[in-house]
């Protein structure tokens, strides 16, 4: 007889999540561009309803009505057909628990969010990596790794950790090659910082077909990560799945209110995306004229840029820099990314300054 509870073989090869930190490596306090969360804080209305608190004695809706009417209004969408989680994460997690198992594979690109590769290992499944296209994902390579055993393909769309994005007709192309009994995910957690223009197209698929399920966070362009609001969006069976396994009272009473209030006020939303369009823009340009140096900017359509820091200067050494300079960003050697930087975009003084550190410690 086991002397203690034995943990089973598919939860111990699983690495758990490494959030995006404050702190450098001597414990001193820093300024945050790790964690992909918005500089601008959140919509003054959502703070409003944050400082109304219910009673806090109360369970929250089980159900999150009001807030997914809102949702279903604001997007265009049936409400019966929204469910809200934790945080997208724990919709991510809960998809790969409803659709995938023992024997069967979970499909996601090369460099793509770490929550895929902990969601399949959860229920037991095996996580396939597919191979990438300069850091975007590659369609046919997803494509040509599916298998019978495939049962969830999870893509983020725009992608974390590299910014990258794949098209309408590209996400309709991976859709169509897909076998009918496999589960797509599109995970839109940056699709706010998207122009209408850009839209993926993740809604109409999911509306239109019983095996797309399109999640969302409120943590990015909403500013409200530390709320813990998701939602994701597909056929009724999809939604039943999710809803059968959630916590039954997995929104909280302040997230509900701040997640409805902040969809009020979709000026914050536009201003937002402005504000980050410019300053990505402004940055990436910044560290595309340190191309001499072999330092290079991957194009970005989120609210952050992967660097890529491939001549005298290593990733190491400017995330040293960097943090001598007070701010933290990401370094992820662990996801096969050692050469890289992600930095979340901040303000235009703390870019400038993050561009100025950078130049300065590659020597131009
Ligand atoms: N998907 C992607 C691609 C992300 O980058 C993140 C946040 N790191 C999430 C989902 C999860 O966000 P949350 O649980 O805060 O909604």
């Given at each position: 007889m086991n002397t203690r509870p034995t943990i089973k073989p598919w939860i111990e090869g699983i690495h758990a999540y490494v959030p995006g930190k404050a702190t450098g490596a001597d414990g001193r306090q820093l300024v945050k561009l790790s964690a992909n969360e918005n500089p601008l804080g959140c919509s003054p209305q959502a703070l409003d309803a944050l400082n109304a608190p219910a009673n806090p004695a109360t369970y929250p809706d089980p159900d999150a009505t009001a807030l997914r009417a809102k949702l279903a209004e604001v997007h265009g969408?049936?409400?019966?057909r929204i469910v809200c989680g934790t945080g997208s994460d724990e919709l991510l997690n809960l998809a790969a628990q409803a659709f995938a198992g023992p024997g069967d594979e979970v499909l996601f690109s090369k460099y793509s969010f770490s929550v895929y590769d902990i969601a399949a290992r959860r229920c037991g499944a095996r996580p396939v990596e597919a191979a990438d296209d300069q850091y975007t994902a590659d369609v046919d390579a997803l494509l040509d790794a599916v298998n019978e055993t495939t049962r969830v393909v999870f893509l983020a769309n725009p992608n974390n950790p590299t910014g990258t994005y794949l098209p309408r007709t590209e996400v309709e192309r991976l859709h169509a090659g897909l076998p009918a009994d496999v589960l797509l995910v599109?995970?839109?957690?940056?699709?706010?910082?998207?122009?209408p223009e850009e839209d993926d197209g993740g809604f109409l698929l999911a509306a239109a077909h019983s095996n797309v399920l399109v999640t969302r966070t409120?943590?990015?362009?909403?500013?409200?990560?530390?709320?813990r609001i998701g939602w994701a969006t597909g056929a009724p069976h999809l939604i039943d799945a999710l809803n059968r396994i959630r916590g039954p009272f997995n929104v909280t009473n302040s997230g509900q209110a701040a997640g409805l209030a902040a969809l009020s006020d979709q000026a914050f939303i536009s201003a937002t995306r402005e504000h980050n369009t410019t300053q990505l823009a402004r940055f990436s340009d910044a560290m595309a004229a340190l191309g001499n140096r072999g330092i290079r900017p991957v194009p970005s359509k989120a609210n952050f840029a992967l660097v890529l820091f491939e001549g005298e200067l290593d990733a190491a050494e400017a995330l040293a820099a960097i943090a001598a300079g007070g701010y933290a960003v990401r370094h992820l050697p662990g996801q096969g990314l050692p050469h890289a930087l992600r930095i979340t975009i901040g303000t235009a003084e703390q870019m400038d300054d993050i561009a100025q550190i950078i130049a300065k410690a590659a020597g131009a």
């Open positions: 969408l049936n409400a019966k599109i995970d839109q957690a940056y699709a706010e910082y998207l122009t409120f943590s990015k362009a909403y500013g409200l990560a530390g709320e």
